[in-house]
């Protein structure tokens, strides 16, 4: 890992130095990728580890409402599209400068529901995205918005 660690770097887990640093060391994949494999709770580590480090119970469901503190701890913008209102977002958040984070809501008719991941945001949609209007085309030649696409381009 590059830059200085500090003292405390030891008694973390991977997964908390990610967090930490912001960057993905060799042993970081080795861990991922050794839990896809042997099909351990690596995964299941990750997701309460980051629960903890947004100060959030991993005792009870989370929602929409928590979202704010895994910004904060990662240092992202999280949008969240909904299956229920038809692939609209239902949370959007514009920290300029922040990279921009997808995920997809399918809820339940009892009102419970489940985030899914989104990695390319443009594959979603099958076509180009705009993260500055947050729409989709299939022409950036006639695409145009408010920054007119020029950040993309």
Request: a positive charge.
């Amino acid at each position: 890992m590059e830059g200085k660690k500090q003292k405390n770097d030891e008694d973390m887990n991977t997964f908390q130095t990610f967090i930490k640093h912001g960057m993905k060391t060799k042993r970081y994949f080795k861990h991922v990728i050794g839990s896809t494999l042997k099909n351990t709770r690596y995964s299941k580590t990750m997701a309460i580890t980051l629960c903890k480090e947004a100060i959030l119970s991993t005792d009870e469901a989370l929602s929409i409402r928590n979202i704010e503190n895994f910004e904060n701890v990662l240092d992202v913008n999280i949008l969240v599209l909904s299956a229920r209102l038809g692939n609209k977002f239902c949370r959007v958040s514009t920290k300029a400068q922040l990279k921009n984070i997808y995920l997809y809501l399918i809820e339940n008719a009892d009102g419970t529901g489940h985030f899914h991941g989104i990695g390319s945001i443009n594959d979603f949609w099958l076509w180009v995205f705009c993260e500055s209007c947050l729409k989709p085309y299939k022409n950036k030649g006639k695409h145009s918005c408010v920054d007119t696409c020029a950040r993309m381009w």
